[in-house]
């Protein structure tokens, strides 16, 4: 029986519980919050070349609402783009090939919207319709990170 397997099902079913004991017992608790988001088994490499494109996705929503808000739309256009399909020309096969089929598909989803996003942008230079766009697509960011995680060690990864 595979314990590390058990483990996610088992912390979602206990974790508030946990939680619980956890606040009632008074002591500081430096141990993570039971987490039952699915793990991406990469190396040091790859999970530092995952959490750099989602450093450069931040990266462009801010340039992107900043823009918005002056009402700048080539340059709203322009940080979206930046955020397109362009930006998976960089992704390795070997990693590409670790990725859940569900993972690259909403990654793949999400870099088609910046795509749309910057069309609309120059062509309906319209700022309420922009952030709409930006609203749902965040939707899909928010829904990748509520399943999924890249951890440090729990994998046995190098430090
Ligand atoms: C297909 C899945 C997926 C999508 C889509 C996605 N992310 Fe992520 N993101 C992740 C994962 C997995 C992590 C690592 C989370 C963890 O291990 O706790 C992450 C981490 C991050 C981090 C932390 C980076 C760091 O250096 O630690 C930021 C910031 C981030 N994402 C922003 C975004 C933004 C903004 C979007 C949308 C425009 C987005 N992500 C879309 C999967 C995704």
Redesign the pocket.
Known sequence: MCLIRLLPALSLAFGTALAHADAMDGMPHPAPAADGRAI?QLDAAERAA??EE??L??DG?QKMTGALGRQDMDAAAAAARG?GMRMTHDVPPALRAKLPLE?RQ??FS?HRDFDQIALDAESLKDVSHSLGQLSA??Q??VA??AA????TTAAGLDR
């Open positions: 991406l995952i959490l989602m450093r996705f931040l929503v955020m993972f909403l990654g999400v697509t965040l899909k960011c990748c990170h999924y995680q890249i951890p």
